[in-house]
């Protein structure tokens, strides 16, 4: 015997079961902005480093 599954009912049944859009896609919209964000962030985090290391390095010198 030969037995037919309708499309609507594999679609309803891997809904239930979770198995589609479990996927997350990376959000593409305004990435100019994030990127400049986050190699400003980057580079402000390097300034305070060598702020931060020559404070060290002027303390020892006195």
């Known amino acids: ?3 037919m ?3 609507s009912f594999l679609k309803g049944f891997t ?3 979770g198995t589609i859009g479990t996927k ?3 959000d593409i919209y305004n990435s100019t902005m994030k990127d400049y964000l986050a ?3 980057d580079w402000e985090a390097v300034g305070n ?3 931060e ?3 060290k ?3 020892t010198r006195k």
């Open 5 to 7: 599954i309708s499309r």
């Open 1 to 3: 015997m030969k037995m």
């Open 24 to 26: 997350e896609w990376p």
């Open 53 to 55: 290391e020559y404070r």
């Open 39 to 41: 190699i400003r962030k």
């Open 15 to 17: 809904r239930a079961a």
């Open 57 to 59: 390095y002027a303390e």
């Open 49 to 51: 480093s060598i702020t």
